[in-house]
C-alpha cells in the first residue's frame, strides 16, 4: 500500500468537505508521509483552515505550507 498516496487523498477529500476551502488552487503533495501544501487560497480563513485539516490527518509525521493569498503575490 503506498501510504503517501492515501494520505494525499485523505488530506484531499478533507479539504473538500471543508466550507472554508471553496473554490481554491491548493496543491498537496507528501512524501515520507511529511506534506506538503502550496498553491493560492482566497482568505488567511481558508488558509487556517486547510492548515488545520493537513495536521489533523493521521499518519502525517509533519507539514509545511507555501499558500499564498490570491492576489497578494505572496505567501503567507
Known amino acids: 500500500m503506498d501510504?503517501?498516496?492515501?494520505?494525499?487523498?485523505?488530506?484531499?477529500?478533507?479539504?473538500?468537505?471543508?466550507?472554508?476551502?471553496?473554490?481554491?488552487q491548493i496543491n498537496i503533495s507528501v512524501e515520507e508521509g511529511h506534506v506538503l501544501l502550496g498553491g493560492w487560497v482566497n482568505s488567511y480563513a481558508e488558509k487556517w483552515a486547510v492548515e488545520k485539516?493537513?495536521?489533523?490527518?493521521?499518519?502525517?509525521?509533519?507539514?509545511?505550507?507555501?499558500?499564498?493569498?490570491?492576489?497578494?503575490g505572496y505567501p503567507l
Open 3 to 24: 501510504l503517501d498516496g492515501e494520505l494525499e487523498k485523505t488530506i484531499r477529500r478533507e479539504i473538500m468537505w471543508e466550507p472554508n476551502a471553496r473554490d481554491s
Open 53 to 72: 485539516i493537513a495536521s489533523r490527518v493521521a499518519g502525517i509525521r509533519g507539514f509545511a505550507t507555501t499558500l499564498a493569498l490570491r492576489g497578494s
